[in-house]
C-alpha cells in the first residue's frame, strides 16, 4: 500500500524553543508556579494556531514549546515572534530561552506525492518522543546535478518507508537561521528510531551532510501535565 498522498497542503510555520527554569522559578511557592504555569500557557497558545509543550530530556533544557501556525499572508511569522515575545516578557525572570529553532514546510523536491508519514502539526494526537535537530548539507550536494541527487534521495526515502510508524516534518530555513533545514521525528520507539538513524548512516547522501547536530529529544505530555511535572 502506498504511503503517499498527492493531496496538496498549504504552507506552515513551525517554531520550537526550549526553555529552562531559571533559579528564581524555584523560589516561588507551589501555588505561585500553578498560577505562573496557568497564565503563561495561555499566552502561549495567543501566539499560534497550535501549542504543544514537550519534557526536555537534556541537562540544559526543562522545556520545549512548539508553536504551529498556517501561512496566509506574508506577516504571519512577524506577527508570531510579536505574540510570542509578549507571551515571554512577563516571565523572563523566571524562565531562560535556550535556543529555537524554526523554519517553513514545502513540497519537497524529491517526492511529487506527499507522504503520509508527515507529521500534522495540527494534530491532537502525538507519539511518545519529539527528536528535532537542525540540519544543513555541503556545497558539494547542491552543486551535483538534480538527478545524481534524486538517485541518493530515492535511497534516502526507500529506508524510511520501512520505518512507517516513525513520522517526520520537514521546515526549510535557508537564509533564515544557521541551518538550512529543522529535522522533526515522532516516534513510540526511541530504539527503532535509533535504528532508523543508524541504517541511513550507510547511504550515499551520508557524504554530503555538513551539520546534524545538536540533537534535542523531549517526551510528549498534554501541556496542562507537562507544566506539572515543576509544580
Not at 537534556?58 to 512577524?78: G, P, R
Amino acid at each position: 500500500m502506498s504511503t503517499e498522498t498527492t493531496e496538496p497542503s498549504l504552507r506552515t510555520f513551525n517554531h520550537y524553543s526550549l526553555f529552562s527554569f531559571k533559579d528564581a522559578y524555584w523560589l516561588l511557592n507551589a501555588d505561585e508556579r500553578a498560577e505562573f504555569h496557568k497564565n503563561w500557557l495561555a499566552s502561549l497558545r495567543v501566539s499560534a494556531q497550535k501549542v504543544c509543550l514537550f519534557q526536555g530530556t537534556e541537562h540544559d533544557v526543562d522545556l520545549i514549546v512548539w508553536s504551529a501556525l498556517t501561512v496566509k499572508d506574508n506577516q504571519d511569522a512577524a506577527v508570531f515572534f510579536e505574540k510570542f515575545a509578549k507571551a515571554l516578557n512577563p516571565y523572563r525572570q523566571l524562565i531562560e530561552q535556550k535556543d529555537s529553532l524554526w523554519g517553513f514546510t514545502r513540497p519537497s523536491q524529491y517526492s511529487k506525492a506527499r507522504s503520509k508519514q508527515e507529521i500534522d502539526p495540527f494534530s491532537d494526537e502525538h507519539k511518545s518522543y519529539l527528536i528535532i535537530y537542525p540540519f544543513s548539507k555541503t556545497t558539494e550536494w547542491y552543486l551535483m546535478s538534480r538527478d545524481a541527487r534524486q538517485g541518493m534521495m530515492n535511497e534516502h526515502i526507500r529506508i524510511g518507508k520501512q520505518y512507517e510508524d516513525i513520522s517526520q516534518l520537514l521546515l526549510y530555513s535557508f537564509g533564515l537561521q544557521n541551518q538550512e533545514f529543522v529535522v522533526v521525528y515522532e516516534t513510540d520507539d526511541l530504539t527503532r528510531f535509533s535504528d532508523l538513524v543508524n541504517e541511513l548512516r550507510d547511504t550515499e547522501a551520508r557524504r554530503y551532510t555538513l551539520r546534524d547536530t545538536p540533537l534535542h529529544t523531549a517526551i510528549y505530555h498534554p501541556a496542562e501535565e507537562t507544566l506539572a511535572l515543576w509544580k
